[in-house]
């Protein structure tokens, strides 16, 4: 059976799924994690928007062109993207006075990164985007 693009109402409600999923994940992170600061849902949301457009637009090209590092490392090498993707979302969000995220250092940043892939691994098994999606069609 084709499988056809899924309408403007499913990709949105994927969307959403997605993000709600990342909020989700970065404040686990934050709550377990001892130098990672995070207070109030609408910084959540902002984070957890900043840190889907960087995992969108710049995690690819990072992860292009560190393939060779990444094999060698035998994947290590993902983790300090994801670590650097972290910082990074944390830099942006203090460029906004109304977000409240602050990250203390690397380790709280490489341990907040596994947390937040770890949980939003889980969490996607449970909540499918597609099949949400799928749902709206």
Do not use: C
């Not at 090209?61 to 979302?89: H, K, Q, R």
Request: hydrophobic share 60%.
């Amino acid at each position: 059976r084709a499988r056809r693009e899924p309408s403007t109402a499913g990709r949105i409600a994927a969307f959403v799924v997605r993000w709600l999923v990342t909020a989700a994940s970065v404040w686990v992170a934050a709550a377990l994690v001892p130098g990672i600061h995070l207070s109030g849902l609408g910084s959540t949301l902002a984070v957890a928007l900043i840190l889907g457009l960087l995992n969108a637009y710049l995690k690819p090209l990072l992860i292009l062109s560190a393939l060779p590092g990444i094999v060698l490392t035998l994947g290590f090498l993902l983790i300090l993207i994801n670590t650097a993707l972290l910082a990074l979302t944390a830099w942006v969000a203090g460029k906004f006075d109304s977000i409240a995220f602050r990250i203390d250092g690397f380790w709280s940043a490489f341990f907040g990164a596994i947390l937040v892939s770890i949980v939003s691994f889980l969490l996607t098994r449970f909540i499918d985007p597609g099949r949400v999606a799928r749902r709206f069609d």
